[in-house]
């Protein structure tokens, strides 16, 4: 079956710094990529997402590429802040049906 | 954008009571609905996909007589927790997928079981 692999937390990074949180993925046929992230005692928002092989996701400085070759969507930001300190999930939809990576917290400390 | 309503967010009941969860998509039409439960370390778990007019499709070792899912129409699901124990305990979250198969999910309703 499918299934996301997304990097181990926890992640605890100093404000201004680069951030990568690597996911890889197994699927059959062609799925569509996704981003989530939760805020503390909220729900789960969409961050990004990418349909297709080589399209790039971004949203609110966050980048994420398909890479069908090496079937990895690894999200980025080149200058994290406090306010972005949450768990970020990433997640494939293949067949109708989705599938969710463990999860990441990342902390940002001043 | 596209809004996920759910509730209720908090649920406190005795042990073998049922208890409902709603799911309603507000602007969009949703043919599929997914439910799931987040345990502490804050996983997400599949639970079943739930689509419009037909019976839902459970995960392996989901208990479907145990949880009852509904999708009685395009913009609402409900999932039942019957005869609930403590072990039910969790937070649990449903999503809608939209047309542009983006998943937007509810807030998501702590059930406690005591």
């Known amino acids: 079956g499918d299934s996301v692999t997304q990097m181990e937390g926890p992640v605890t990074l100093s404000e201004e710094a680069f951030l990568t949180i690597n996911c890889t993925y197994t699927?059959?046929?062609?799925?569509?990529l996704f981003w989530y992230v939760q805020y503390p005692g909220e729900g789960l928002q969409l961050l990004l997402k990418?349909?297709?092989?080589?399209d790039k996701g971004s949203n609110k400085g966050f980048e994420a590429t398909y890479r069908k070759e090496t079937t990895s969507f690894h999200l980025e930001k080149g200058s994290v802040q406090v306010s972005d300190s949450a768990v970020y999930f990433c997640?494939?939809?293949?067949?109708?049906?989705?599938?969710f990576g463990d999860g990441t917290t990342l902390t940002v400390k001043p | 954008g596209a809004v996920v309503s759910q509730h209720p967010s908090r649920v406190i009941c005795k042990s073998g009571t049922s208890v409902k969860i709603e799911c309603r998509s507000l602007?969009?039409?949703?043919?599929?609905m997914f439910w799931y439960r987040q345990f502490p370390k804050q996983s997400l778990m599949l639970m079943a996909t739930s689509n419009e007019g037909s019976k839902a499709t459970y995960e392996q070792g989901v208990e479907k007589d145990k949880f009852l899912i509904n999708h009685a129409s395009l913009t609402l699901s409900t999932l039942t927790v019957t005869s609930a124990h403590p072990e039910d305990s969790s937070f649990y979250i449903c999503s809608a997928r939209d047309r542009s198969n983006v998943l937007t999910f509810g807030a998501g309703s702590r059930l406690t079981v005591l």
């Open positions: 602007d969009f039409q949703a043919t599929t």
């Open positions: 699927a059959t046929g062609y799925p569509s």
């Open positions: 990418a349909t297709k092989a080589d």
């Open positions: 997640a494939l939809i293949s067949a109708g049906k989705s599938t």
